[in-house]
Nanobody, 123 residues
Framework: QVQLVESGGGLVQAGDSLRLSCAAS????????MGWFRQAPGKGREFVATISRSGGSIYYADSVKGRFTISRDNAKNTVYLQMNSLKPEDTAVYYC????????????????WGQGTQVTVSS
């Protein structure tokens, strides 16, 4: 019942930065936590980062810790993913999610997903 729309993807070179946005609409009062997952070609969906409603709980995948930062602006019903020092292995479709809790295993089973935005990092 929550609609999620991602934006900000694109084609960049290794070492560049990119900022993804995810705008939520609809029944936003049901959105307790939000996060980002990604899926590379031929690979399964992978957890990236999650954040609770008030930002009190944040989780990062080891592969992005220190490079990516998740944040949210509840007045805009928007979550962001700032991606720095991008690597070719970051190439994937990035999906926004909204769920009951920020813990990755709980967020992973949500039914609220955006359509994804493509991030391509060249070497």
């Amino acid at each position: 019942q929550v609609q999620l729309v991602e934006s900000g993807g694109g084609l960049v070179q290794a070492g560049d930065s990119l900022r993804l946005s995810c705008a939520a609409s609809g029944r936003t009062l049901t959105t307790n936590a939000m996060g980002w997952f990604r899926q590379a070609p031929g690979k399964g969906r992978e957890f990236v980062a999650t954040i609770s409603r008030s930002g009190g709980s944040i989780y990062y995948a080891d592969s992005v810790k220190g490079r990516f930062t998740i944040s949210r602006d509840n007045a805009k019903n928007t979550v962001y993913l700032q991606m720095n020092s991008l690597k070719p292995e970051d190439t994937a479709v990035y999906y926004c999610a909204a769920g009951l809790a920020a813990t990755p295993q709980i967020m992973a089973i949500t039914t609220n997903w955006g359509q994804g935005t493509q991030v391509t990092v060249s070497s």
